[in-house]
């Protein structure tokens, strides 16, 4: 198995390349979908941030309240840092089990926004981080995601400048031209990947 770990700052085009990787072959697992399951009612991460932030955050039917566990947990760092204690080790463990599941002879890639933000970069054998310039990406996030501009800035703080997560990859795909160029790249990409030994 080959473990690929796909990265990038918000609205960068993660989802478009992990997209066209899929049409290959290969298995996406996406580290955002797992952020929502792990919360699903029942999921021990329920009550652990019920601890956290007041059992209030949990609604009668034992589903999250997103709203209410923002409201506690954005108010400011040491919040933030708080929920990241709790969620990341928790995505982590859920992410390497269903990369240890993934078929033996297939390509998989763990689509992870904050790969190394929160050092899961050694859960895979090789980096490809999705590069565009910050301007791009905020024009992206917001005229096409339909973000609000403050909100996109505010995450692109958070997350590792352009510079240090090229410096982390492996292979870089530059998302800066129009659909065809990536397409192109991802690819060329994609012949590198099959014919790696892994
Ligand atoms: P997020 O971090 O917000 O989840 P992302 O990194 O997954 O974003 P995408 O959702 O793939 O990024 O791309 C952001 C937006 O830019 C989408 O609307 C997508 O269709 C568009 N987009 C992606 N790549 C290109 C491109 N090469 N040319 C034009 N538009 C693009």
Redesign the pocket.
């Known amino acids: 198995m080959h473990r690929i770990g796909l990265t990038?700052?918000?609205?960068?085009?993660?989802?478009?390349?992990a997209g066209l990787l899929a049409e290959h072959g290969a298995v996406i697992i996406d580290a955002?979908a797992i952020a929502r399951d792990v919360v699903e009612p029942g999921m021990p991460a329920l009550s652990l941030l019920a601890l956290e932030f007041g059992d209030d955050i949990v609604r009668s039917d034992g589903s999250l309240d997103r709203g209410a566990l923002a409201a506690r947990a954005f108010r400011d760092t040491d919040g933030t840092q708080r929920l990241n204690a709790i969620m990341h080790p928790l995505i982590r463990e859920e992410s390497q089990r269903r990369l240890a599941e993934a078929p033996d002879t297939c390509i998989v890639v763990y689509d992870m926004?904050l790969l190394f933000e929160t050092g899961q970069q050694d859960l895979v054998d090789e980096v490809v981080v999705?590069d565009v310039p910050e301007d791009l990406q905020v024009e992206?996030?917001v005229g096409?995601?339909g973000?609000e501009e403050v909100d996109v800035r505010r995450r692109m703080q958070a997350q590792w400048s352009r510079s240090e997560r090229l410096s982390g990859a492996d292979h870089v795909i530059d998302?800066?031209?129009?659909?065809e160029?990536?397409k192109r790249q991802v690819d060329e990409l994609w012949t590198i990947l099959s014919g790696d030994p892994g």
């Open positions: 990038g700052g918000i609205g960068s085009g993660k989802t478009t390349v955002d926004p999705v992206r996030a096409l995601r973000l998302n800066s031209g129009d659909l160029a990536t």
